[in-house]
């Protein structure tokens, strides 16, 4: 079940990328840059489903040239720290920068 629903997510995104168009932006080179990003970032979101310590919903996620930026707010510190593993484990970061904020 929870595979099937991170497919959902994964199809969902693609299609609205393809809807959207895949255009160059935000300072990076190719095409090829902003389709791997946009893979991180979709992989990143679908694993936050999949782990029940991480509210996918309230921390955001943006990737840029393999660089994973992590905004939002967690509830706790370890809610904050495993965000950060799951994303410096996904193929092809290169650096995660963790602003996400703990919530008393």
Known sequence: MKFARSLSIAALVSITLIASGCAVGRGQETTGAYVDDTGITTTVKAKFIEDKTVSASSISVETLNGTVQ???????????????????????????????????
């Open 70 to 104: 992590l905004s939002g707010f967690a509830k706790s510190m370890a809610e904050k720290n495993q965000a950060e593993n799951i994303a410096r484990n996904v193929k092809n970061v290169k650096m995660v920068k963790n602003d996400i904020v703990v919530r008393p």
